[in-house]
C-alpha cells in the first residue's frame, strides 16, 4: 500500500465547508451524548448527506464543533468506508464482496456493472447518477449476492435483472417510513450533477500511489479509495 504525504496546511483547495444549518443540526446531538467527541458519527453523516462527501475543509469545520483535532476526525473518515473524500453520485451501489456473495455472483455483478456504467470502483457517471463500490458483508447473507442502492437492499440479485434495476427509478426507495435524523438541513441534497462536472468521475491517484495486494489503490489525500 502507498501512501503519498500531504501537508494539509498547504493543501490549497480543500474543498466546501459545512453550513451554518449543519453547524446547528451537528449541535442539537450535544444534549444526545456524554461528550462531544461521541457525535462524531452523526456529525459525519450530515456532513456528508449535505455536501455529498466529507471534504478536508468540512473534516476540519467537524472538529471545531466537536472540539477535537481534525486528525481524529480524519481518523474516523479513513476508517469507514462509507465516508466518502471525493464526491460521490446521487446514487451509491455497493455490492457485497464477502464470502456468501462472491461464491453465489457478487464478483460477476460488479464486474457487469463496471461495464453498464462505463466506471469503475469509487468513480462516478460522468452525469453524476451513479458511483460503484464494493462492501463487506450487507447482513444478508442468506439471500446472496446482495446489494445496496443507498439504503435500500436488494438481494439475491441475478445479473439478467441489472438493467431494469439501474432503470428503475424508485430503486433506492425504501419500503418503510425513514428517519430523517442524520438528513442534511431542511432535506437539501447536492447537486450530484454539477459536482461531478467539477471534480470528474474519480479522482486521479497520487503520482507514487500503487495498487496493494487487494487491488485498491489508496493515497493520503484521500487515504482510501472512497
Ligand atoms: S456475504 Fe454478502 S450479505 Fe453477507
Redesign the pocket.
Known amino acids: 500500500m502507498a501512501w503519498n504525504v500531504v501537508d494539509r496546511n498547504t493543501a490549497g483547495d480543500l474543498g466546501p465547508g459545512i453550513s451554518d444549518a449543519v453547524r446547528q443540526k451537528i449541535r442539537g446531538f450535544f444534549d444526545r451524548y456524554p461528550t462531544r467527541r461521541a457525535v462524531m458519527l452523526p456529525a459525519l453523516h450530515i456532513t456528508q448527506e449535505a455536501l455529498g462527501y466529507v471534504s478536508l475543509q468540512a473534516m476540519r469545520d467537524v472538529a471545531e464543533e466537536l472540539e477535537v483535532p481534525p486528525s481524529d476526525v480524519l481518523d474516523v473518515v479513513s476508517f469507514y468506508t462509507h465516508f466518502w473524500t471525493h464526491p460521490r453520485g446521487e446514487k451509491t451501489i455497493m455490492v457485497?464482496r464477502?464470502?456468501?456473495?462472491e461464491l453465489l455472483g457478487?464478483r460477476e455483478l460488479v464486474e457487469a456493472l463496471k461495464e453498464k456504467l462505463g466506471i469503475g470502483e469509487h468513480e462516478t457517471t460522468p452525469d453524476g447518477r451513479f458511483s460503484l463500490m464494493t462492501e463487506e458483508?450487507?447482513?444478508?447473507?442468506d439471500h446472496?449476492?446482495?446489494m445496496m442502492i443507498n439504503e435500500k437492499m436488494h438481494k439475491c440479485v441475478r445479473l439478467d435483472q441489472l438493467d431494469q434495476l439501474l432503470d428503475d427509478p424508485d430503486n433506492d426507495r425504501l419500503d418503510m417510513p425513514r428517519s430523517d435524523l442524520y438528513d442534511a438541513p431542511g432535506g437539501e441534497k447536492p447537486d450530484y450533477a454539477a459536482l461531478a462536472r467539477q471534480h470528474g468521475h474519480h479522482d486521479e491517484p497520487a503520482a507514487n500511489a500503487e495498487d496493494d495486494d487487494l487491488g485498491y489503490t489508496s493515497d493520503v489525500g484521500e487515504m482510501k479509495d472512497s
Open positions: 457485497c464477502s464470502l456468501s456473495c457478487g458483508c450487507l447482513a444478508a447473507c446472496a449476492p446482495c
